[in-house]
């Protein structure tokens, strides 16, 4: 076939998938053996097909599968409404994604064009991670309210950290310290600090600049940790339904965190290994300190994680104690699973709405501990403490100990 010129049209070369169609198979078997059900399994193959012949429309040459495009089509969903539930968008192509970077299958995108900022925190998280050895979420909250300055300060501009000076500190503190509470603001000196530190490090600032943040007065020991009665406590662990394999994994949670005192992320990353049977204690790895300490196992407690061993663990490949019990079953439970189901146990008890956390099951065990005779020391090495004066504010709800300290009030004689 000739054009009007009298030439024979080019031929372009055929464009190599993006999604082969074999992929989609291996996608529907990695959905099997994750256990989601089959009218969950065809929803996430049909947003994949959708998702394949989106991507190799003409008009997406040079669009890749990846983090982007996914994003992109999610978008477009959003506009379009072409699938009635977006967030099965997502999740199925978010599963989609596991699949091919876990067989090999997902080219490498390319490399994002960094700003000067993006570098700068990029090297400072680095250094938060490999000389001062803070865990991710304490990492992430320094990066983002340096970034946060960083960017009030400089703007899209050049990264003139020499030019720092105090009047970009008070002005910044002082303007944040107006919209946000005081803890807030204590977290931000507590990040420009360090990462001043960190330019001091590098020879850009001197100790002068991080004495100059401003410190957020803070009046130590002067709020009371929130605690749990005796019977608040049997209601909350009376609460979990231990006849059903969730309840009998949420009860032997829940018992770990109020007899023991274990934090949320210790009780997620708790695995088979650390249960010493014979010798009746628990291995624990604090993912906040990355220190190691051994307890001693109650029988009530290990009684509680024998049961839901024997009774309620779905079968799994995981090394962990606690798993998920829905699909994706072969996914590690998460700190955040953990933190849901005992808040979900505080609102079957009417307990105070504002209790969104795990830490006052902690500060529970402490208080009953202290006040049963315990030392503060004693306290701080159950809790896994590195000094004892973060454990001391156990001592201000001691109320027994303090009725004894105080002095008869003097009568008046006429």
Not at 61 to 69: H, M, N, P
Request: hydrophobic share 40%.
């Amino acid at each position: 076939m000739l054009t009007r010129s009298g030439q024979r049209p080019k031929r372009r070369k055929p464009r190599p998938e993006a999604l082969p169609l074999a992929s989609l198979d291996h996608f529907s078997d990695y959905l099997r053996s994750l256990g989601f059900a089959s009218n969950t399994s065809q929803l996430y193959l049909a947003v994949a097909r959708r998702f394949r012949s989106w991507l190799h429309h003409p008009r997406k040459r040079k669009l890749f599968i990846g983090e982007a495009s996914v994003a992109a089509f999610v978008r477009r969903c959003k506009v379009k409404s072409h699938l009635r539930h977006v967030h099965h968008v997502e999740s199925g192509l978010r599963h989609l994604l596991r699949m091919l970077r876990g067989r090999g299958e997902l080219a490498d995108p390319p490399a994002p064009v960094l700003s000067t900022i993006d570098v700068a925190m990029r090297d400072f998280a680095v250094y938060l991670q490999g000389t001062c050895g803070l865990a991710e979420t304490t990492r992430r909250f320094h990066v983002y309210y340096v970034r946060q300055f960083l960017e009030s300060r400089f703007g899209s501009g050049p990264l003139r950290l020499s030019h720092l000076c105090r009047a970009d500190l008070i002005g910044f503190v002082g303007r944040f310290a107006e919209q946000w509470t005081a803890g807030a603001a204590r977290r931000l000196a507590s990040s420009l600090r360090m990462y001043l530190r960190y330019l001091q490090l590098h020879g850009i600032c001197d100790r002068d600049l991080v004495a100059s943040v401003p410190t957020i007065r803070q009046y130590r020991l002067s709020h009371l940790p929130r605690t749990m009665t005796e019977n608040q406590l049997r209601t909350f662990l009376s609460s979990f339904v231990r006849s059903t394999p969730l309840g009998r994994r949420n009860y032997a949670m829940g018992l770990l965190m109020s007899t023991l005192g274990l934090r949320v992320g210790e009780v997620a990353l708790l695995q088979l290994d650390d249960l010493n049977w014979r010798e009746g204690s628990i291995r624990i790895v604090s993912p906040k300190t990355h220190r190691m300490r051994i307890l001693p196992l109650p029988a009530h407690v290990g009684q509680a994680i024998v049961d839901y061993l024997r009774h309620g663990r779905p079968a799994t490949t995981h090394r962990q104690v606690f798993v998920r019990h829905v699909a994706p079953r072969e996914m590690a439970i998460t700190a955040a699973a953990v933190r849901v189901a005992m808040v979900s146990a505080y609102r079957r008890c009417g307990f105070d709405p504002r209790w969104k956390g795990t830490h006052i099951l902690r500060h529970t065990v402490a208080t009953q501990l202290h006040q049963r005779g315990a030392t503060l020391k004693e306290v701080a090495d159950l809790l896994g403490h590195r000094s004892i004066e973060t454990s001391a504010i156990y001592a201000k709800v001691d109320h027994p100990a303090l009725t004894a300290v105080a002095l008869p009030w003097p009568e008046v004689i006429s």
